[in-house]
């Protein structure tokens, strides 16, 4: 059978150095695991525009669709900020998600215990927390119609439109509810019903998906009391559904009960292609870090993540995603930190290149 195949887009800033990491350990599964990659690399982002004059060229749009997953490094950086909104390094990654048609966004909030106290939150209520927010990313308010600054009256009007079909609230429904019967089958539901009719149609769409999922427990919630749950007692849940707008707010929310940016991966997943795997983008939750750029301070850890969940929601293993979470889980207990990790007591930090040799190190123990 043929190797899975993965595209590699490291793309600008600490993109690439978070992403050479990744190859390492990629390399290692290869050689340690008879887990071998069809790995190709190319151009997102500012370095895209650079070859290219835009941030993603057709070539490597094309190539992105054919292959089992993506794994993007991130975009942008000072020397493109001034470029035509176009071709902005940003509308690269936009124009992967959306012609890829990435509609369910997942972003774990998962607590390492060794991080606890870089929570804004007290220990016990963070400590082993590991929690699932899947986002409906493709619809909503950031794309419905119609939509614009206009003039009524003398005045100026913003207008931004709430817009889900039934199709898109259900599919982004199975895609939570197939996470939570791999993990603890439990799903949230967040909108705002008491206000919003959109907010009414996501409640009876997720509970007719529901009667295919009666193994799993189902509860509602209105988005902003999620937002209070999430930082009174964010362990009560495991599988959070919600739409474009609330996602993007409480993602991030539940993100910062576990610390550091360096630490946070996404998936973003589409419908299945032929061979059952889902289209796939895999990627860390933070940007390019110019100010950090070319210094070695790095954390590869979101990225390297970021693979694991590629071997767990797009490869089928997720024995060797437990391994690899259970290596950087081993290295964080024996107090390897990078840079960003680093707490009051000070230190000396690892750089990039270290924290990926520790983590290899604890891969080459695990066997
Ligand atoms: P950022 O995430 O790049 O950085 C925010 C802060 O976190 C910085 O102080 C940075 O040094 C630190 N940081 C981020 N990742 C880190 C890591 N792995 N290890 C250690 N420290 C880390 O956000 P920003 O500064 O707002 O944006 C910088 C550039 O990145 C901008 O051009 C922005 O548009 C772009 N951006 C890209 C993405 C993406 O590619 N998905 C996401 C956010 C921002």
Same mark, same amino acid.
């Given at each position: ?199 009414? &149609? ?8 529901? @009667? +295919?999922?009666? =193994?799993? /427990?189902?509860?509602?919630?209105? #988005? $902003? ?85 590629? &071997? ?8 060797? @995603? +437990?391994?690899? =979470?259970? /290596?950087?889980?081993?290295?964080? #207990? $024996? ?33």
């Amino acid at each position: 059978m043929a190797n899975p195949s993965l595209l590699i887009l490291p793309g600008d800033g600490i993109g690439p150095e978070v992403m050479t990491e990744v190859k390492r350990i990629i390399d290692w599964f290869g050689a340690k695991r008879d887990l071998t990659f069809d790995v190709s690399e190319d151009l997102v982002g500012g370095a895209a525009y650079d070859k290219h004059g835009v941030p993603l060229s057709d070539e490597t749009m094309a190539k992105a669709q054919e292959v089992d997953a993506v794994l993007l490094g991130a975009v942008g950086g000072p020397a493109y900020d001034n470029l035509d909104f176009s071709v902005k390094p940003e509308r690269g990654l936009l124009r992967l998600r959306k012609e890829m048609d990435l509609f369910a966004n997942l972003r774990p909030a998962q607590c390492f215990d060794a991080l606890a106290d870089f929570s804004s939150l007290k220990k016990d209520i963070v400590a082993g927390l590991d929690i699932m927010i899947v986002r409906e990313l493709t619809s909503g308010v950031y794309f419905g119609e119609p939509r614009g600054i206009h003039t009524e009256d003398n005045m100026r009007v913003g207008v931004n439109t709430q817009r889900y079909t039934e199709a898109e609230i259900e599919r982004g429904a199975r895609a939570a509810f197939e996470l939570a019967m791999k993990r603890d089958k439990k799903l949230c539901s967040m909108e705002k019903a008491n206000v919003m009719e959109s907010g009414i &149609l996501w409640r009876d769409v997720v509970t007719e998906v529901h @009667a +295919d999922y009666p =193994e799993v /427990a189902l509860s509602h919630m209105y #988005a $902003d009391n999620g937002a209070m749950q999430l930082v009174r007692a964010p362990k009560q849940f495991d599988v959070i559904y919600t739409d474009n707008l609330f996602g993007d707010i409480l993602s991030d929310c539940a993100a910062m009960l576990t610390g550091s940016l360096g630490m946070l991966p996404s998936a973003s997943l589409g419908l299945p292609m032929a061979n059952g795997r889902p289209k796939a983008m895999y990627e860390p939750v933070h940007g390019s870090a110019p100010d950090i750029t070319g210094q070695g301070k790095a954390n590869p850890i979101a990225c390297i993540l970021s693979f694991a969940m590629a &071997l767990r929601y797009s490869f089928d293993q997720g024995a060797e @995603a +437990d391994r690899l =979470e259970a /290596a950087i889980e081993k290295v964080l #207990a $024996d107090g390897a930190r990078t840079a960003d990790l680093m707490g009051p007591e000070g230190g000396t930090p690892l750089s990039t290149t270290q924290m990926g040799d520790v983590i290899l190190g604890a891969l080459d123990a695990s066997l």
